[in-house]
């Protein structure tokens, strides 16, 4: 019988290319080159992803974090 492996957190929050499954605040600013406030700020207007709540915990998803900096890209080129 063998025992059970343990998978510390940090890797099983990650999805299969090593990317995080869900970014925290300080992810999404280094991601997106913004303060805290800053990206609440266009949360609350409407014009920033909001984030995914995990009981006190908010989490944004990857892709709608990465689509809004390809949506940002596209609105400087017109």
């Excluded at 059970?4 to 080159?33: N, S, Y």
């Excluded at 709540?53 to 080129?77: F, H, L, N, T, Y």
Aim: glycine content about 6%.
């Amino acid at each position: 019988m063998s025992a059970a492996v343990r998978v510390p957190a940090t890797v099983a929050a990650r999805g299969p290319a090593g990317e995080p499954k869900l970014l925290t605040l300080h992810d999404v600013c280094r991601r997106v080159r913004l303060g805290h406030s800053k990206i609440y700020e266009l949360i609350k207007a409407g014009d920033f992803p909001k984030p995914i709540k995990i009981g006190r915990m908010a989490r944004w998803v990857p892709r709608r974090v990465d689509a809004w900096v390809e949506d940002q890209i596209a609105a400087s080129d017109r």
